[in-house]
């Protein structure tokens, strides 16, 4: 392979990743592929070991830009998420009942599946509250060089900063519920 480009000078790929521990371990990522396509040729055997490639572009950044996309949403589901448990239980709902509800309607994905499960069964869910403090905050930083205010992901972000001053940065995603309990149940 390196005789045919694979490490020309000043060539690299942009291949950021999305799917989670499960799809790590299966090898079924979403790589997100940024690169000249003769060098994607070059790597792509190396490459599907670990999933399946949706190639973005030539342009370095681009595979970065659509992962910015996706975490967006992840973020933004994700404080979504809290906030409608956090208001079923303050309204007296059955939780289980109302993600039933959801997770079989419009807005349910494997997304929300995953995480309700997580809160209501207290069972891992991947990734942690710092972060994706660190993904959202990215994503907001590099949101301003396109002139987008991103007031959704902005206002998600705070619940996740929320989650520093009671040291819960190693706490996983979906242990934002906590950060909702506090701030509607101060003696929580």
Same mark, same amino acid.
């Given at each position: 392979?390196?005789?045919?480009?694979?490490?020309?000078?000043? +060539?690299? &790929?942009? +291949?950021?990743?999305?799917?989670?521990? /499960?799809?790590?371990?299966?090898?079924? $990522?979403?790589? @997100? %592929?940024?690169?000249?396509?003769?060098?994607?040729?070059?790597?792509?055997?190396?490459?599907? %070991?670990?999933?399946? @490639?949706?190639?973005?572009?030539?342009?370095?950044? $681009?595979?970065?830009? %659509?992962?910015?996309?996706? *975490? $967006?949403?992840?973020?933004?589901?994700?404080?979504? @998420?809290?906030?409608?448990?956090?208001? /079923?239980?303050?309204?007296?709902?059955?939780?289980?009942?109302?993600? *039933?509800?959801? =997770?079989?309607? &419009? +807005?349910? #994905?494997?997304?929300?599946?995953?995480?309700? #499960? !997580? @809160?209501?069964?207290? !069972?891992?869910?991947?990734?942690?509250?710092? *972060?994706? +403090?660190?993904? &959202?905050?990215?994503?907001?930083?590099?949101?301003? *060089?396109?002139? %987008?205010?991103? $007031?959704? /992901? !902005?206002?998600?972000?705070?619940?996740?900063? !929320? /989650?520093?001053?009671?040291?819960?940065?190693?706490?996983?995603?979906?242990?934002?519920?906590?950060?909702?309990?506090?701030?509607?149940?101060? =003696?929580?």
């Amino acid at each position: 392979m390196a005789g045919r480009g694979m490490w020309k000078r000043g +060539c690299f &790929i942009d +291949c950021p990743v999305t799917g989670g521990p /499960a799809r790590i371990e299966a090898g079924t $990522l979403t790589l @997100i %592929v940024a690169t000249p396509k003769d060098l994607l040729e070059d790597c792509r055997a190396l490459l599907e %070991v670990q999933g399946k @490639i949706t190639y973005v572009g030539a342009r370095p950044g $681009l595979g970065q830009a %659509v992962k910015h996309c996706n *975490q $967006l949403l992840v973020a933004t589901t994700l404080a979504a @998420i809290a906030e409608v448990l956090t208001l /079923a239980k303050k309204e007296g709902l059955d939780l289980r009942l109302v993600c *039933q509800v959801i =997770g079989t309607g &419009i +807005c349910g #994905s494997d997304w929300f599946k995953l995480v309700t #499960s !997580s @809160i209501l069964d207290h !069972s891992p869910a991947p990734g942690g509250l710092g *972060q994706m +403090c660190k993904d &959202i905050g990215l994503v907001i930083n590099d949101s301003r *060089q396109a002139r %987008v205010p991103l $007031l959704v /992901a !902005s206002a998600a972000n705070q619940y996740f900063l !929320s /989650a520093f001053p009671w040291e819960w940065e190693n706490a996983e995603v979906h242990e934002l519920i906590n950060v909702l309990e506090r701030m509607t149940d101060p =003696g929580a």
